[in-house]
């Protein structure tokens, strides 16, 4: 062998001697469903939609744990010079949630990739596309009962390869039951 690879086995060896006798590493499902309020910036026109999330994920340790989420939209109408157009949107994708534990109100950060899909009834005709939406957030969860908690959020969507739209923001308050 040489010098990298036992060198590695070595790291390997000392960091599995390393760990603690009792482990804090816990796996947890839970359940949430979310409102969300979404504006978003997009080319001739700024969509307001009202949404439900909803989520399945599975907490690891105290520090960390992953989401997969659905959001479905309601429709925004707008009106401009007289004609009505509106728009929605579904979206479906994963989430890391990092947490600070602390007791009552913990801080915490997520950062995930989705797949959007858009739908729009502008002026001119209909308009459906499908992209990748960046998404990258802050917020605060509160823990209040056994297994219960409540959170907020507000979230910062980069979109790629959809037609007219730039970015989504996202306010997010939520109820969730770890089992």
Do not use: C
């Amino acid at each position: 062998m040489n010098i990298v690879s036992k060198s590695a086995v070595l790291g390997l060896i000392a960091a599995l001697f390393s760990l603690p006798a009792k482990a804090d590493n816990i796996y947890r499902p839970y359940v949430g469903m979310s409102y969300a309020y979404t504006a978003a910036t997009a080319h001739n026109f700024h969509p307001h939609n009202n949404s439900v999330l909803f989520n399945l994920g599975s907490t690891y340790n105290p520090y960390f744990s992953t989401e997969l989420f659905y959001q479905y939209s309601g429709k925004d109408e707008l009106s401009s010079q007289g004609k009505t157009k509106n728009t929605s949107f579904n979206a479906y994708g994963l989430d890391v949630v990092s947490y600070l534990p602390w007791k009552g109100i913990a801080p915490l950060a997520t950062m995930g990739i989705g797949e959007y899909g858009i739908k729009n009834k502008l002026y001119q005709g209909h308009h459906s596309d499908k992209g990748l939406g960046y998404r990258f957030g802050a917020g605060l969860q509160y823990n209040f009962a056994n297994g219960f908690a409540t959170r907020l959020t507000a979230r910062y969507i980069k979109t790629d390869k959809l037609k007219n739209y730039n970015h989504l923001s996202e306010y997010l308050v939520s109820v969730f039951y770890t089992f």
